[in-house]
């Protein structure tokens, strides 16, 4: 395929961009329309900290009991099924809200004592019925968890799984822009100050998915005088920024996207508030790149899989043994 010529380049960016805008209005018009809200919204809970984390705990796992029965109540079943398992013994989750498609931010591991707390940004299509699941947030951080407990014995890692702010749907008009992911910096954010408060001994890593990635770029500048040392942004559209220096942070930035991963066709342009700009894998963004392997899109956290590893590594802080690609 010839390379546009600079005359026709403009004309490439205009189509470019009105595709966007077809996709953003299609979304937009085609996405499922919510019916009344039948779920109480969440119990008010104070600032997370180390003297509030047990308070945090028994709110949220009310908050899901409560829930739990609207579900069976309303014959909600694969939601009435998801928060059952959420109730499991052991599990322990610092928020809860079960509005709309809902938000859970879960805690695997000893936060308390741990060396390294590594945060699981989930992208698009985050739901309460698929948090369980290794392609997302809940099960996928368990899968790290377990990951580097092989990688690392004896190391003291907590993984939240955060589903903290409205991951966008893909049929929706937020999957192509950034407006979500501005609300989602601020709460994410939010949460590493009360993780860090929680625990000060700690250092931190950011693990960050698809859209997720957009969001934890517009965290990364917010983040000083937080210890995170390591931010991997993988699957990514784009983040909005052109390169890893204008991320604005200390820390090491990791970029990896597998060869079956369809978010490579995506147009790496931004124009008019739509799409995400340069590829963070692109040798122009500066983030270093680790091998993610040849699975698709959602399998970066599939138990056994070279991503996983190589995620896991980063999470530990282990830079130096991460495959490269």
């Known amino acids: 395929m010839r390379s546009p010529t600079p005359r026709s380049r403009p004309r490439r960016a205009r189509r470019v961009a009105a595709t966007f805008a077809v996709l953003a209005v299609v979304g937009a018009t085609t996405a499922a329309t919510n019916g009344p809200e039948v779920y109480a919204a969440p119990s008010p809970v104070p600032e997370l900290s180390a003297a509030t984390l047990g308070a945090r705990y028994a709110a949220a ?3 899901i009991d409560t829930a739990r029965a609207t579900a069976e109540g309303v014959h909600d079943g694969g939601r009435a099924r998801a928060l059952s398992a959420f109730l499991g ?4 989750f610092l928020s809860f809200d079960a509005r709309s498609n809902g938000r ?3 805690v695997i591991g000893d936060l308390e004592r741990a060396d390294r707390i590594a945060v699981v940004v989930p992208g698009a299509d985050g739901l309460l019925t698929n948090f369980d699941s290794w392609k997302w947030a809940g099960g996928g951080s368990r899968a790290l968890y377990r990951q580097a407990g092989t990688a690392a014995p004896g190391t ?8 903290g702010y409205a991951s966008p749907s893909t049929r929706s008009a937020g999957v192509v822009t950034s407006g979500e992911a501005t609300v989602g910096a601020h709460e994410l954010h939010r949460l590493v100050t009360g993780l860090h408060r929680v625990n000060g001994r700690a250092r931190f890593g950011l693990l ?3 859209y997720g990635s957009v969001v934890c770029a517009k965290t990364a500048g917010r983040l000083d005088g937080l210890p995170v040392d390591e931010i991997a942004l993988y699957g990514s559209p784009g983040t909005t920024f052109g390169s890893a220096a204008e991320l604005k942070t200390g820390a090491h930035v990791w970029a990896g996207r597998s ?12 124009l008019a508030g739509i799409g995400f700009g340069r590829d963070p894998v692109s040798p122009a963004f500066g983030a270093a790149r680790f091998d993610a392997g040849t699975g698709p899109h959602s ?3 599939k138990p056994g899989s070279l991503p996983l590893r190589n995620l896991a590594l980063i ?8 495959t490269h690609a």
């Open 156 to 163: 003291r890692l907590a993984v939240i799984a955060w589903l």
């Open 89 to 92: 013994p052991g599990r322990r």
């Open 315 to 322: 999470a530990l802080g282990r830079g130096p043994e991460v």
């Open 208 to 210: 960050c998915h698809s």
């Open 259 to 270: 060869s079956g991963d369809w978010t490579r066709f995506v147009p790496k342009l931004r």
């Open 61 to 63: 796992r009310h908050d």
């Open 299 to 301: 399998a970066y956290l």
């Open 104 to 106: 859970a931010v879960e």
